[in-house]
Nanobody
Framework: QVQLVESGGGLVQAGGSLRLSCAASGRTFGNYAMGWFRRAPGKERDVVAVTSRGGMFTYYADSVKGRFTISRDNAKNTVYLQMNSLKPEDTAVYYC????????????????WGQGTQVTVSS
């Protein structure tokens, strides 16, 4: 099992930026694909971005392509989500998660989850 702790959420104006971090512990971080997901008010949890074990491969939801960047530092057991040009519709609780797969965007393949961090974008 991987323990995950997110940080970096907050309140930002539209057009602004935030950087989320997710610190992992408990297992070999490099053996897991990592993903960022979000749950907006009244909606289901959706994938935002994922990265493969080594970080070479990434996937982004269409809604965030060109604005968000996922990265990981396996030496620091941390995955990041740089969010630029934020929009009010990006308001959600953001979760990081770990999957034993090499890379996957399928939410059901993510077994370990953090508690989430709130991101609120004001218009």
């Amino acid at each position: 099992q991987v323990q995950l702790v997110e940080s970096g959420g907050g309140l930002v104006q539209a057009g602004g930026s935030l950087r989320l971090s997710c610190a992992a512990s408990g297992r070999t971080f490099g053996n897991y694909a990592m993903g960022w997901f979000r749950r907006a008010p009244g909606k289901e949890r959706d994938v935002v971005a994922v990265t493969s074990r080594g970080g070479m491969f990434t996937y982004y939801a269409d809604s965030v392509k060109g604005r968000f960047t996922i990265s990981r530092d396996n030496a620091k057991n941390t995955v990041y989500l740089q969010m630029n040009s934020l929009k009010p519709e990006d308001t959600a609780v953001y979760y990081c998660a770990a999957s034993p797969s090499f890379q996957t965007s399928r939410i059901e393949e993510y077994k370990d989850w953090g508690q989430g961090t709130q991101v609120t974008v004001s218009s």
